[in-house]
């Protein structure tokens, strides 16, 4: 099994900056794609990136290409969402997500982070 733990939100004014974390442990990390899924309240959890294996590629959803960039550190277990130019619309909770293969709907997914909360003001 693998175990995923977010961190790295807060509140911020649109415009800020925020980097969320998502440590791994338990099964070998580099075995898995790994996604960042938010959801708001009284809406569906929605796809935000994903990034393969080695790292080199990612996607993104359309509401936060060029805004957003996904990252991960094989050899600390770890994988990053450094989110830019936030925007009211960006809060959510954030959680990672571990998956086998290349995904973007969440049942794709096998293992799951607690979420972090995002919130940003206008």
């Known amino acids: 099994q693998l175990q995923l733990v977010d961190s790295g939100g807060g509140l911020v004014r649109a415009g800020a900056s925020l980097r969320l974390s998502c440590a791994a442990s338990?099964?070998?990390?580099?075995?898995?794609?790994m996604g960042w899924f938010r959801q708001a309240p009284g809406k569906e959890r929605e796809f935000v990136a994903l990034?393969?294996?080695?790292?080199?590629?990612?996607y993104y959803a359309d509401s936060v290409k060029g805004r957003f960039t996904v990252s991960r550190d094989n050899a600390k277990n770890s994988v990053y969402l450094q989110m830019n130019s936030l925007k009211p619309e960006d809060t959510a909770v954030y959680f990672c997500?571990?998956?086998?293969?290349?995904?973007?709907?969440?049942?794709?997914?096998?293992?799951w982070g607690q979420g972090t909360q995002v919130t940003v003001s206008s």
């Open positions: 338990g099964h070998t990390f580099s075995n898995y794609y």
């Open positions: 990034i393969n294996l080695t790292g080199r590629t990612t």
């Open positions: 997500a571990a998956s086998r293969g290349y995904s973007r709907d969440t049942e794709g997914y096998i293992y």
